[in-house]
């Protein structure tokens, strides 16, 4: 049988009875058509808004880098203090290098506190807490302050070194300090004392609060022994004066068992161990005499730059 041309099936088509499709086929086409409709309204229109509002946009974008541009220009960004190598992190209000006056770290990094066990450690709170709130109480004193907050003893885990060879880890941030922060005058090892287990002897009473009492210990023998000691005396006086009772006094120790004898103390004339509290103090009471301490070393450094 032969096919139908094109021509003959137009032909039948309009000869034939008149086409009558059902109602669902009109509703579904209908549908489809207006779905269509909708869709290319939609692209004309967003063309037609995009076209309208580019200009502007492109004039605001030139006219924000010019502003930034100038801004940088007039005043250029201050460089804050912070370090991504044995420095450990920088409290985020330190000064910039050259200002910073003060630094602060932790060798027993995970020291703790509300434990009657001498060796009481915690991962998380402990001593590096106490020494980032010195270091926000002393920058908010206009004291410019770096904190280092490595976990030494992470680290000393980790190289599966000796607990008495820690002192050789810190030992490296505290010699980048020094060169980082040329101008810094005090170098301060915060821990907490382990070896009075009597709460009252590490704990005193301030506006009816309690705090945790300070230690200066300081090692004999050193390069700067003299120098340290007549700090760490200052700032046991002055802190007394302003908070009565607050500090135990200055201790002078002979060398110990760790593999760095000198404690860090032979690298820098500003360099003090400092014991806030001991294992059964809170960190509250931690936190508060770090407040009390920021205002004493204030005064004490304001006292030697005059």
Same mark, same amino acid.
């Given at each position: ?36 409709a ?6 004309r229109e967003k ?8 200009p ?6 030139i006219?924000a ?29 330190s ?12 060798t ?24 980032? @709130?010195?270091?926000t109480?002393l920058?908010?004193? %206009? !004291?410019?302050? /770096?904190?280092? &907050?490595?976990?030494? *003893?992470?680290? =000393? ?6 607990? @008495? ?7 490296n %941030? !505290?010699?980048? /300090?020094?060169? &980082?922060y040329?101008? *810094?005058?005090? =170098? ?18 301030v ?26 005396i ?17 201790v002078?120790?002979?060398k110990?068992i ?24 809170t ?21 030697e730059?005059?």
């Amino acid at each position: 049988m032969r096919a139908r041309t094109e021509q003959e099936w137009i032909r039948l088509l309009k000869d034939g009875d008149e086409l009558k499709p059902d109602q669902e086929y009109i509703h579904q086409t209908r549908k489809k058509l207006l779905y269509e409709a909708r869709k290319l309204r939609s692209k004309r229109e967003k063309k037609k808004v995009w076209r309208m509002i580019w200009p502007s946009m492109m004039a605001v974008a030139i006219a924000a880098i010019l502003v930034i541009t100038t801004l940088n220009q007039v005043n250029p960004p201050v460089q804050r203090s912070a370090s991504h190598n044995s420095l450990g992190t920088a409290s985020k209000t330190s000064a910039t290098n050259k200002e910073t006056k003060v630094f602060i770290y932790q060798t027993h990094s995970q020291e703790s506190f509300e434990t009657k066990e001498v060796a009481g450690y915690n991962p998380k709170k402990n001593v590096r807490t106490v020494g980032k @709130k010195l270091g926000t109480y002393l920058n908010k004193e %206009s !004291v410019p302050t /770096a904190v280092n &907050t490595t976990d030494y *003893v992470k680290q =000393l885990l980790k190289k599966k070194m000796e607990y @008495k060879e820690i002192y050789e880890l810190s030992r490296n %941030s !505290v010699k980048e /300090a020094i060169k &980082t922060y040329p101008n *810094v005058q005090l =170098l301060l090892d915060i821990h907490r004392d382990g070896e009075i287990k009597n709460r009252q002897s590490t704990t005193t009473k301030v506006d009816g609060k309690n705090v945790a009492t300070v230690l200066f210990i300081i090692y004999k023998n050193q390069p700067y022994t003299s120098e340290n000691t007549k700090l760490a005396i200052e700032l046991d006086k002055t802190l007394n004066e302003l908070y009565p009772g607050v500090s135990r006094g200055v201790v002078q120790k002979d060398k110990g068992i760790a593999s760095v004898p000198s404690y860090n103390q032979d690298l820098h004339e500003g360099s003090i161990m400092v014991n806030i509290g001991g294992v059964e103090n809170t960190l509250k009471e931690e936190i508060r005499t770090a407040k009390m301490l920021a205002k004493a070393i204030k005064v004490v450094l304001k006292e030697e730059a005059d």
